[in-house]
């Protein structure tokens, strides 16, 4: 518990409790509407805003919110409305991001060190500012996603099914674009904005090994989550390595013991199952005979 006693690593681990939560409970729609890597297509769009914020001498944490969030919408009606080119635009739009955070880092004078650190995230650079603004990022990130759960998990279900129910659609989608996006603002300076996307996805798919309801699905991703980042954050604390790159990593392991873990499950509920059918099971005469007739 040494680690407690230094204040930048209090600030750490708080970062590292809301990025546990948030980005997985974004994730698990993303998941369910097959688009697993729109977080990482949004973590190089916001690398325009946080080449922004240096070169404006402000907190890169909001100008990379701002331009995170205007580049999801672009990609949500991308998807909405394109037909056959959408794929490239969304190229352009991605590599464009990139490379415009890198060119605006270098004309404010950053270091290479400034860039790494949004990159693949940086616990010694988490400032009490950052801590602020992530806490009030993330606050409206749980509010969408457990507020509102219902409603976005039918839009990712079944659109049409959304639609003849009376669901805005078209709001709702663009909601956890929205969503999405402030997420991968809120990890940026503890996963990185190239590693965001796998917190979002590892931890609802090593849930999926487990269960198969969307309730059980949501608490044991946003566990998961959590000891990750927990887990990362303090053993970069011990050793001098990247927190983004550990807390993958440590997600990945997860991924892997639960789904070891999945398959005798799977046979034992199966039993489970079979037993139970068995127990229900009523012989029912082959004939009927005069005698069988009851009078009430």
Do not use: K
């Amino acid at each position: 518990m040494e680690f407690l006693q230094d204040d930048f690593m209090l600030r750490a681990l708080l970062a590292a409790v809301l990025v546990g939560i948030t980005a997985p409970a974004v994730g698990i729609f993303l998941v369910q509407r097959r688009q697993a890597l729109m977080g990482d297509g949004i973590g190089h769009v916001a690398m325009t805003g946080v080449g922004l914020g240096f070169l404006m001498s402000t907190n890169p944490v909001w100008t990379a919110t701002l331009v995170a969030v205007a580049g999801a919408v672009v990609m949500e009606l991308i998807r909405a409305y394109g037909r056959t080119r959408g794929d490239i635009a969304l190229a352009l739009l991605f590599y464009g991001g990139m490379a415009g955070g890198v060119v605006l880092i270098d004309l404010a004078d950053g270091s290479n060190a400034n860039l790494l650190s949004y990159l693949f995230g940086s616990l010694s650079t988490v400032s009490q500012e950052d801590v602020t603004a992530i806490a009030l990022l993330a606050a409206f990130v749980i509010l969408v996603t457990v507020g509102l759960r219902r409603q976005l998990f039918a839009v990712s279900q079944d659109e049409e099914f959304a639609r003849v129910t009376g669901l805005p659609v078209r709001f709702l989608n663009l909601l956890i674009a929205i969503t999405a996006a402030v997420t991968v603002t809120v990890a940026m300076r503890v996963v990185g904005l190239l590693l965001v996307s796998a917190l979002m996805v590892v931890p609802v798919a090593a849930a999926q090994q487990l269960s198969r309801s969307f309730r059980a699905t949501f608490v044991i991703a946003v566990l998961i989550g959590t000891g990750v980042t927990l887990a990362g954050t303090i053993t970069t604390y011990y050793q001098d390595v990247s927190p983004g790159a550990t807390i993958v990593l440590y997600a990945i392991g997860a991924f892997v013991v639960l789904t070891a873990l999945a398959a005798p499950l799977a046979r034992r509920r199966a039993r489970a199952a079979e037993t139970a059918a068995a127990a229900c099971d009523v012989a029912v005469p082959a004939t009927r005979r005069a005698t069988d007739d009851v009078t009430v």
